[in-house]
Nanobody, 114 residues
């Protein structure tokens, strides 16, 4: 089993920054894909960014503003969010995929005020 614990959400003014962290524990294999998804009220969950071995992927809406990174020694993935906009307000959830299994964190609220 895999457990994911997120931290770093909160309330920030538009133009501000936040850094989300997600640490995985349990049976972690050397190759996996970690990512961040978000879901705003009344909207479908969407991929924000993902990272695997040397490859990153971003949603067009966050390209140039958000940066995903990982520390493999700590099994931790980070999401640095800069130039935040009110439309970035959502519950952000960490995701890990390995060996055809997907695991989710509990989610952390990010609220951007205008």
């Amino acid at each position: 089993q895999v457990q994911l614990v997120e931290s770093g959400g909160g309330l920030v003014q538009a133009g501000g920054s936040l850094r989300l962290s997600c640490t995985a524990s349990g049976s972690i294999f050397s190759y996996n894909v970690m990512g961040w998804y978000r879901q705003a009220p009344g909207k479908q969950r969407e991929l924000v960014a993902s990272i695997s071995a040397g490859t990153t992927n971003y949603a067009d809406s966050v390209l140039g503003r958000f940066t995903i990174s990982r520390d493999n020694a700590k099994n931790t993935v980070y999401l640095q969010m800069n130039s935040l906009k009110p439309e970035d307000t959502a519950v952000y959830s960490c995701n890990l995929v390995q060996r055809f299994e997907a695991y989710w964190g509990q989610g952390t609220q990010v609220t951007v005020s205008s």
